[in-house]
């Protein structure tokens, strides 16, 4: 059974967090915020929580500054299927007003990525 996150390791979960987009990003697919939570075994989180959005971003900083891309182009909404709006307030410096397509440039960049490793 899951420990609530003020049992847990905040390095492991992220840790945990990480190794998920990973294996989703080598397997070339993309996955909602829900599967994301769903996925977590080390806590039980709901996808609107504050705390997941909080590891979310901290672990695509982290695999940002890294040099592993933007990991959290993976995770997208049931309804929609691409990132929510988290995801494209850092786009604003971006030269395009097609968000999607960039979105789909960084989801592609890092599927190649992950393929090569």
Excluded at 24 to 34: D, G, H, L, P
Excluded at 65 to 80: H, I
């Amino acid at each position: 059974m899951p420990r609530k996150l003020i049992d847990a390791d905040y390095r492991a979960v992220k840790a945990e967090m990480r190794a998920v987009l990973i294996e989703v990003a080598r397997a070339r697919e993309t996955i909602t915020y829900s599967e994301l939570c769903l996925r977590l075994q080390t806590v039980t989180l709901h996808y609107h929580s504050h705390i997941f959005h909080r590891l979310l971003r901290d672990v695509c900083r982290e695999a940002w500054e890294d040099g592993d891309g933007p990991l959290c182009a993976l995770v997208v909404t049931k309804q929609t299927g691409i990132p929510g709006g988290g995801y494209f307030e850092r786009m604003d410096e971006r030269s395009t007003d097609d968000l999607e397509a960039e979105w789909r440039q960084d989801l592609e960049a890092v599927f190649e990525h992950w393929s090569e490793r």
